[in-house]
């Protein structure tokens, strides 16, 4: 029972475009979610988060847009660069106070210069 | 970056062997986490550890064991290890209370179970 999930396993754009990884869920608990990237050979490093209370966080060229309604939360890399090129996991925590998390399967962005 | 190791970083050893995976970090946060990422998978958890000798199950965690028994070191113990265990784990930490309580991840260890 996979409670979050990427559904695309890789992404092509090409350099300056944007990057849009998307990621769905379905506990509804759910209240607190973070982007990770990982380059091969080293651990994920932490991108992004929204909390539960928000639609949209924004950070640099990193945007993490939350639709509760529809269980989905997406974000948007604008413009890509090929350094983004990596695996993007998303994760979602419905524990509050022991940080738990349940991560997605991960999507590989490639992006092409 | 947060001061996190993992050692051993490769490690092949044979089936029904037993295993220890060590995770240090040097930022006192009180969370600790072993996941171990496989194709197909994405990261699951396997144990974490809320503070000195507090652990917990994750959703993978038959076939291991943990210990922690100071806040800069968690261990991860396979008893006996089978090949489904070949995986790449990695250890987490965390330690700010409220909503900003993103994890910080350890460089890896591949182990290889023939």
């Known amino acids: 029972d996979q409670q979050v999930k990427q559904n695309s396993p890789s992404l092509s754009v090409q350099e300056g475009r944007i990057s849009i990884l998307n990621c769905d869920y379905t506990n509804s608990m759910f209240d607190y979610f973070l982007w990770y990237k990982k380059y091969p050979a080293e651990g994920p490093t932490f991108l992004i988060s929204i909390s539960s209370i928000k639609d949209k966080n924004e950070d640099g060229r990193f945007t993490v847009f939350l639709n509760k309604s529809a269980k989905h939360l997406s974000l948007h890399i604008v413009p890509s660069q090929p350094g983004d090129s990596a695996v993007y996991f998303c994760?979602?925590?419905?524990?509050?106070?022991?940080?738990?998390?349940?991560f997605g399967t991960g999507t590989r962005l490639k992006v092409l210069a | 970056d947060a001061g996190i190791t993992q050692s051993p970083r490769h490690k092949v050893t044979e089936t029904g062997t037993p295993v220890t995976l060590r995770c240090h970090q040097t930022e006192n946060h009180r969370y600790m986490y072993w996941y171990r990422q496989d194709p197909g998978h994405g990261l699951r958890l396997i144990h974490y550890?809320?503070?000195?000798?507090?652990?917990d199950k994750g959703e993978v965690s038959d076939g291991y064991s943990v210990s922690r028994s100071k806040t800069e070191d968690f261990l991860l113990t396979l008893e006996s290890a089978t090949s489904s265990q070949t995986s790449v784990y990695f250890c987490?930490?965390?330690?700010?209370?409220?909503?900003?309580?993103?994890?910080?991840f350890g460089p890896g260890t591949r182990l290889t179970v023939t």
């Open positions: 987490a930490i965390s330690g700010r209370q409220g909503m900003s309580s993103e994890q910080y």
């Open positions: 994760a979602a925590s419905a524990e509050s106070g022991t940080y738990k998390y349940i």
């Open positions: 550890s809320y503070g000195v000798k507090d652990t």
